[in-house]
């Protein structure tokens, strides 16, 4: 079982940036594809970015340019920086990791876009 811990939600303006982190248990880390969803009131969990044990990205279209998924392997953290952040940003954002049969989900952390 692997445990994963979200933090750097909170609240910010439109236009403005956040850094979401995720920390991660477990030598598997290394060896799976990390990502990150996020699900806004009344509507379903939607891909955000997944990256690869490789090093390789993918993002949802409407998020490419704005949002960049890292992942740091010494540190067992996959990480999510936000850009020119929206009001239909406003989410919870959840970290994910898949390895074969194992897929695991943090608890979210919540991204609120208002002035």
């Known amino acids: 079982q692997v445990h994963l811990v979200e933090s750097g939600g909170g609240l910010v303006q439109p236009g403005g940036s956040l850094r979401l982190s995720c920390a991660a248990s477990?030598?598997?880390?290394?060896?799976?594809?990390l990502g990150w969803y996020r699900q806004a009131p009344g509507k379903q969990r939607e891909l955000v970015a997944t990256?690869?044990?490789?090093?390789?990205?993918n993002y949802a279209d409407s998020l490419k340019g704005r949002f960049t998924i890292s992942r740091d392997n010494a540190k067992n953290t996959v990480n999510l920086q936000m850009n020119s952040l929206k009001p239909e940003d406003t989410a919870v954002y959840y970290c994910?990791?898949?390895?074969?049969?194992?897929?695991?989900w943090g608890q979210g952390t919540q991204v609120t876009v208002s002035s």
């Open positions: 477990g030598s598997i880390f290394r060896i799976s594809t």
């Open positions: 994910n990791l898949r390895r074969g049969p194992l897929d695991s």
């Open positions: 990256i690869t044990s490789g090093g390789s990205t």
